[in-house]
Antibody, heavy 124, light 108 residues
Framework: QVQLQESGPGLVKPSQTLSLTCNVS??????????WSWIRQPAGKGLEWIGR???????NYNPSLKSRLTISMDTSKNQFSLKLSSVTAADTAVYYC????????????????WGQGTLVTVSS | DIQMTQSPSTLSAAVGDRVTITCRAS??????LAWYQQKPGKAPNLLIY???SLESGVPSRFSGSGSGTEFTLTINSLQPDDFTTYYC??????????FGQGTKLEIK
C-alpha cells in the first residue's frame, strides 16, 4: 500500500522560501496514470489545493499561488517537492501531499492517499 | 475559478440520526465531486468520488448524490465516530481543484 510522508523545516522566516518534500513508499512515483498533489490547511480553517505534478513532469498550480510556486519531482528518490517563495504569515498551515489517479479515458479520481501532514509556521 | 459552497457550516445531530450535507458548485462540474471526512489532527479521508461512488472500505451508511451544480452527502444511522468535519471537493476543472469550506457535524 502506498504511503506518503512530508518532510521539511517547521519554521520559515517571512520573505524566505518554504521547501517541503514528500517521500513516497510502496509504489513508484513514475507509475503512469497518477498525479501528485500538495494541499494545505491553516489552523482551524478549510483545505486549499496548492497544485500537482504528473509523472511527465507537467504541473498545474493554484492561480493565487502560481507566481511563487514550484512543484517538482525526483524519480530517482521517489519523491516530489514543493517550493513556495516570499512567504508571509498567511502561508502558515499544515501542508499535505497526496496521490490522485486518472485513466486513459481522462476520468480522474480525487486524491485518495494522503500524507499525515506537516506544520509549517512562518515567523521571524 | 469554480467556487464550492457547503451548507450548513455546522450541523447538530444525535447518534442514530440521518443527516444531509449540501455542496453547490458555482458552475457545472458534471459528477466530478468528492466528499472527504477529516478528524482532528488527521489528513482527510476520501469517502465518495464521482458524486456517488463509495470509496473502498467506507461504510455503506455514507452515500452521495447529485450532478451538475448541486450535490449531497447523506449519512444514515449516525455512529459516534461520524461526528467530525466533512468537505466536498470539485475535480472537474483541469487546472484547479477547490474545496468547500467544510461542515462540522456535532453531537446534539
Amino acid at each position: 500500500q502506498v504511503q506518503l510522508q512530508e518532510s521539511g523545516p517547521g519554521l520559515v522566516k517571512p520573505s524566505q522560501t518554504l521547501s517541503l518534500t514528500c517521500n513516497v513508499s510502496g509504489g513508484s512515483i513514475s507509475s503512469p496514470y497518477y498525479y501528485w498533489s500538495w494541499i494545505r490547511q491553516p489552523a482551524g480553517k478549510g483545505l486549499e489545493w496548492i497544485g500537482r505534478i504528473y509523472t511527465s513532469g507537467s504541473t498545474n498550480y493554484n492561480p493565487s499561488l502560481k507566481s511563487r510556486l514550484t512543484i517538482s519531482m525526483d524519480t530517482s528518490k521517489n519523491q516530489f517537492s514543493l517550493k513556495l517563495s516570499s512567504v508571509t504569515a498567511a502561508d502558515t498551515a499544515v501542508y499535505y501531499c497526496a496521490r490522485g489517479a486518472y485513466d486513459r479515458s481522462g476520468n480522474y479520481r480525487p486524491p485518495d492517499y494522503w500524507g499525515q501532514g506537516t506544520l509549517v509556521t512562518v515567523s521571524s | 475559478d469554480i467556487q464550492m459552497t457547503q451548507s450548513p457550516s455546522t450541523l447538530s445531530a444525535a447518534v442514530g440520526d440521518r443527516v444531509t450535507i449540501t455542496c453547490r458548485a458555482s458552475q457545472y462540474i458534471d459528477s466530478w465531486l468528492a466528499w472527504y471526512q477529516q478528524k482532528p489532527g488527521k489528513a482527510p479521508n476520501l469517502l465518495i468520488y464521482k458524486a456517488s461512488s463509495l470509496e473502498s472500505g467506507v461504510p455503506s451508511r455514507f452515500s452521495g448524490s447529485g450532478s451538475g451544480t448541486e450535490f449531497t452527502l447523506t449519512i444514515n444511522s449516525l455512529q459516534p465516530d461520524d461526528f467530525t468535519t466533512y468537505y466536498c471537493q470539485q475535480y472537474n476543472s483541469y487546472d484547479m481543484y477547490t474545496f468547500g469550506q467544510g461542515t462540522k457535524l456535532e453531537i446534539k
